[in-house]
């Protein structure tokens, strides 16, 4: 299924800069795949950078090319929606290391054009943010009026607002973490160890092959899965209920309708999802820890975004980015002084929550956007 | 729509270009009404309701509760930090009146006179607690867990060596007369300094 996923085309810019990274090594030119709605305006100041989480991909409000579902945030990004694209420039771009058409460990290589596989080097959120900015310069944009991710890409939102302080007006960071804490960097490596474990990974060389490690790319979804939802929500969807029997079978099928959800939930990620692209992003999101260059001291990464205003929001259910991450967030802003908002909301859908129907979240999204207009 | 008079009196009384920490703000009215006059403010408050209200009103407001979450601000943080109709629903008043005046100079305090004639009234003659307009709960279910006085304010900041600037007194809405104040104000607003 993997070549199927490699075979579609993707709306791209080929920038023939280089970016050096994190990690020492440099890419000698990025491909960033993006989707944007929305006119910009000529003064180019109502672009929105829309940041996506570890499995999202730049289709934020169109239906993807691979499974034909309407766009990740669709109910979020449109006209007269909360991220109003009869008003602002929305942009969202592929994040470096994934497999939807920006640069990542299947991107050919330049001198022998065979999928890098393991040869990409690792990345982190930094460099995803760098290749955005890259990006925004292609298109002449120079400052824009918001960040806004969820998750993932609201560690990227912040590591803009560290890094290009004098770029956003506003951040708006939605159930995410200035750090990947212990627990959750042990469960991206079962997911990981998952995908190696997979005989058919070929040590990421895969792609030439008929072969790609989709039992092991299932398992890793499966896992995290769980991460993403409450005890609350899965009780409520399954409980213990049994999946097509009036009786357990003793035996390992799937006997119980959570079970066989998951199994679902994790092959179907397989037909959208390249599994070389699963080990580097989460790899990069292990690595985030904003206050690790400046001491341990969070406030230090915000030093010069006073003027950035932020808005964070974290939901009760959710524990894999907890509001106490949130929180810690906010004492740093007030710390350094930067206009921030916060609040808890109430959500039964765990993590997934920031994607799902919150109607308060949307009168924050839209809040925090149209103010300062 | 007008603001609540204990309200309009202390939007009245913050200069223009000044930074402002509303404790307590509710739904961002008072804040709203100040960064009209061109005020940055920033908002407290406790019920995540108002404060996605206050934040969908584009103001800046962060979910927190006065009696912890006050220390995360630095020191003159800024010009001026209110607390309205809050102080008697503190674990500790005294501390918070600290950290009101470490985060910020100056502070506005407004809160119910319990020891209002009606108050005094009741207790005399019917041996209850009161249920009144400004304080409408039943004593086992009041988030007023302090029943502060214009008096019992006095003594504190005297105690504490704070300077009290102003005080305004109102009485069904109106402004009172300071004569006879601890009596006759269902309500008072007391500017403090360091």
């Known amino acids: 299924m993997a070549s199927l996923l490699h075979d579609i085309q993707h709306h791209s810019v080929t920038i023939a800069a280089s970016l050096p990274l994190d990690s020492g090594q440099v890419l000698p030119a990025v491909t960033i795949a993006y989707q944007s709605y929305g006119a910009l305006d000529a003064d180019k100041s109502n672009a929105v950078l829309i940041c996506h989480a570890l499995t999202g991909d730049q289709y934020v409000a169109s239906d993807h090319p691979a499974t034909g579902k309407p766009g990740w945030w669709a109910r979020m990004v449109g006209p007269g929606k909360p991220i109003d694209t009869d008003r602002f420039h929305v942009i969202c771009a592929n994040v470096l290391g994934s497999c939807m058409g920006t640069s990542g460990p299947a991107s050919p290589d330049a001198a022998t054009g065979a999928p890098l596989g393991m040869a990409f080097p690792v990345i982190t959120i930094a460099d995803m943010v760098r290749a955005q900015a890259m990006l925004l310069d292609h298109l002449g944009i120079s400052r824009l009026h918001a960040v806004v991710g969820g998750s993932m890409g609201g560690m990227q939102a912040l590591a803009w607002a560290a890094t290009y302080p004098d770029r956003l007006a506003s951040a708006l960071v939605i159930a995410s973490a200035a750090r990947h804490s212990a627990q959750n960097i042990a469960f991206h490596e079962v997911g990981r160890q998952a995908i190696m474990a997979d005989p058919d990974w070929q040590d990421g060389q895969y792609y030439g092959s008929a072969r790609a490690p989709t039992k092991g790319l299932a398992i890793a979804r499966m896992a995290a899965h769980i991460t993403y939802l409450s005890e609350e929500g899965l009780t409520e969807k399954f409980g213990r209920r049994l999946q097509a029997r009036d009786i357990k079978s003793f035996g390992f099928d799937a006997d119980f309708q959570v079970e066989s959800y998951l199994r679902h939930q994790g092959l179907a990620f397989t037909d959208r999802f390249d599994a070389n692209a699963y080990l580097y992003i989460t790899r990069a999101m292990d690595y985030f820890d904003l206050a690790d260059p400046h001491d341990g001291r969070l406030a230090g990464a915000f030093a010069n975004a006073k003027d950035v205003r932020f808005t964070l929001v974290s939901f009760d259910t959710d524990w894999l980015y907890p509001t106490s991450e949130s929180r810690r967030v906010v004492q740093a802003l007030q710390s350094v002084g930067a206009a921030a908002s916060f609040v808890e909301l109430s959500a039964p859908f765990g993590h997934d929550s920031f994607l799902l129907d919150v109607p308060a979240l949307d009168r924050l999204v839209a809040g925090a956007l149209g103010s300062g207009f | ?194």
């Open chain 2, 1 to 194: 729509m007008a603001l609540r008079p204990d309200l309009a009196i202390i939007a009245d009384a913050v200069p223009s270009t000044s930074r402002v920490l509303d404790v307590g703000c509710g739904d961002g009215e008072l804040m709203v009404a100040l960064r009209g006059k061109g005020v940055d403010a920033r908002g407290l408050e406790i019920d995540p309701a108002n404060v996605t209200a206050a934040i969908a009103r584009g103001q800046s407001v962060v979910q927190g509760d006065a009696n912890r979450d006050l220390a995360d601000y630095p020191d003159d943080a800024f010009d001026y930090a209110i607390l309205s109709q809050t102080l008697q629903t503190t674990e500790r008043p005294d501390r918070v009146v600290d950290e009101l005046l470490r985060i910020a100079p100056r502070a506005f305090v407004s809160f119910p006179n319990f020891a209002h004639w009606r108050i005094r009234l009741a207790l005399l003659w019917g041996g209850r607690m009161p249920v009144t307009r400004l304080l409408p709960v039943a004593w086992y279910e009041t988030p007023n867990i302090h029943h502060v006085t214009v008096s019992d304010f006095r003594d504190l900041v005297r105690a504490k060596g704070i300077a009290v600037e102003r005080v305004w007194h109102l009485s069904g809405d109106k402004p009172a007369s300071d004569a006879a104040a601890s009596w006759r104000a269902e309500h008072a607003i007391f500017l403090i300094s360091r």
